[in-house]
């Protein structure tokens, strides 16, 4: 996630070069023909262009208002966590109480759950076969910015502090870890209910936030686990890549009507006004690419590792706890 005003030109423009090296390419080669070679036939009206650009205007705001939602909805999934995590820290608390050890047991509980904060985002941060962030060379370039901390630790370690040695390793020796973790939760609960230490009441009020948890987990797989579909991502790409070819010829059909009156100058126009034109529809592809999976590791992701941190320490200060770790701060205005 950015945290400043907005990005940067030196940041910006790099992350988009590409796109201009491309419309520089498209536009001076049939302005060069047109203008040394005399190919009249390589001018064309500008109402196609116009009609093809509608139409690839309208799919693409299609396709950005709905990675957007997929943006969003994944911030509401988080936003749910905390308030779950929240309310699982202050019900464990509460309701979990016996002579001498209610304290340690305290804690034993709200640390399983810091261990499936961790294997959720661990899981989240795995990449998949559409994701982009590690194959298109300007976000790989991108990623000298900041870091993404899933992919510079091992989920191992990570999981040291929270879980024992035996519950650590049947962890990672499961597929699914976050979930399991849970399934451990309320294996831990019920054993606790069997025992006294929970009520009947509290235990079901108690595990009804471990089933929220669940349904919050199921949700962030959902948007991980499913891209936005190939069929709009593909037909949107294709229609900016015909207009992007058509437009120097539509610039070069309307400027050469003019070579007669102001000059054959007049002709080499074509070339910035069809960079320009198309370097707006490129870059909202591009801005719609780096927005549809908002877990892959990218600087326009959700914070997750920010969030669990910032859970982490909301749970540590309600078990007394005064040795806190930090707060994860931005990197160059980045924040994971």
Same mark, same amino acid.
């Given at each position: 996630?950015n945290?400043?005003?907005?990005? $940067?030109?030196?940041?910006f423009?790099?992350?988009?070069?590409?796109?201009?090296?491309k419309?520089?390419?498209?536009?001076?080669?049939?302005?060069?023909?047109?203008?040394?070679?005399d190919?009249? @036939?390589?001018?064309?009206?500008?109402v196609?262009?116009?009609?093809?650009?509608?139409? *690839?205007?309208f799919?693409?705001?299609? $396709?950005? *208002?709905?990675?957007?939602?997929?943006?969003?909805?994944?911030?509401t =999934?988080?936003g749910? +966590?905390?308030?779950?995590? #929240?309310?699982?820290?202050?019900?464990?608390?509460?309701?979990?109480?016996?002579?001498?050890?209610e304290?340690?047991?305290?804690?034993e509980?709200?640390? #399983?759950?810091?261990? @499936?904060? *961790?294997?959720?985002?661990?899981? &989240?941060?795995?990449t998949?076969?559409?994701?982009?962030?590690?194959?298109?060379?300007?976000?790989?370039?991108?990623?000298?910015?900041?870091k993404?901390?899933? @992919?510079?630790?091992?989920l191992?370690e990570?999981?040291?502090?929270f879980?024992?040695?035996?519950? #650590?390793?049947?962890?990672?020796? *499961?597929?699914n870890r976050a979930?399991?973790?849970?399934a451990?939760?309320?294996?831990?609960?019920?054993r606790?209910?069997?025992?006294g230490?929970?009520?009947?009441?509290?235990?079901?009020? +108690?595990?009804?936030?471990l $089933?929220?948890?669940?349904?919050?987990?199921?949700?962030?797989?959902? +948007?991980?686990?499913?891209p936005?579909?190939r069929?709009?991502?593909?037909?949107n790409?294709?229609?900016?890549?015909?207009?992007?070819?058509?437009?120097?010829?539509?610039? +070069?059909?309307?400027?050469?009507?003019l070579?007669?009156?102001?000059?054959?100058?007049?002709?080499?126009l074509s070339?910035p006004?069809?960079?320009?034109?198309?370097w707006?529809? &490129?870059?909202?592809?591009? =801005?719609?690419?780096s927005?549809?999976?908002p877990?892959?590791?990218?600087?326009?992701?959700?914070?997750i590792?920010?969030?669990? #941190?910032?859970?982490?320490?909301?749970?540590?200060?309600?078990?007394?706890?005064?040795?806190?770790?930090?707060?994860?701060?931005?990197?160059?205005?980045?924040?994971?």
């Amino acid at each position: 996630m950015n945290t400043s005003s907005h990005y $940067k030109l030196h940041h910006f423009i790099p992350w988009t070069r590409s796109k201009i090296f491309k419309m520089l390419l498209l536009s001076i080669i049939p302005c060069a023909l047109f203008y040394f070679l005399d190919w009249k @036939w390589l001018a064309i009206p500008w109402v196609p262009v116009a009609l093809i650009g509608t139409a *690839t205007a309208f799919i693409s705001g299609f $396709k950005n *208002t709905q990675t957007y939602n997929r943006t969003w909805e994944a911030r509401t =999934i988080y936003g749910a +966590i905390i308030n779950s995590s #929240r309310a699982f820290g202050m019900m464990t608390k509460d309701f979990i109480s016996c002579e001498g050890d209610e304290k340690q047991l305290h804690k034993e509980v709200i640390y #399983r759950h810091f261990a @499936w904060l *961790t294997a959720l985002r661990f899981q &989240l941060r795995e990449t998949k076969s559409w994701e982009n962030i590690k194959t298109k060379n300007y976000n790989k370039e991108y990623l000298k910015y900041y870091k993404v901390p899933e @992919w510079e630790n091992k989920l191992e370690e990570e999981l040291i502090p929270f879980l024992s040695e035996k519950e #650590r390793n049947y962890i990672l020796s *499961t597929k699914n870890r976050a979930t399991q973790i849970l399934a451990q939760q309320s294996e831990c609960l019920k054993r606790l209910n069997q025992q006294g230490i929970i009520t009947d009441y509290n235990y079901v009020l +108690i595990e009804s936030q471990l $089933k929220d948890l669940y349904d919050q987990q199921g949700k962030a797989e959902r +948007i991980k686990n499913f891209p936005y579909p190939r069929q709009f991502s593909s037909i949107n790409l294709y229609f900016i890549n015909l207009l992007c070819f058509l437009i120097p010829l539509g610039f +070069i059909g309307e400027l050469s009507k003019l070579m007669l009156n102001i000059g054959d100058w007049v002709l080499w126009l074509s070339v910035p006004l069809s960079v320009l034109v198309g370097w707006v529809f &490129l870059v909202l592809e591009q =801005i719609g690419e780096s927005t549809e999976n908002p877990f892959e590791g990218g600087a326009n992701d959700i914070p997750i590792t920010q969030i669990s #941190r910032a859970i982490e320490i909301d749970l540590r200060e309600m078990l007394g706890e005064k040795d806190l770790p930090p707060a994860i701060q931005p990197e160059n205005n980045i924040l994971m």
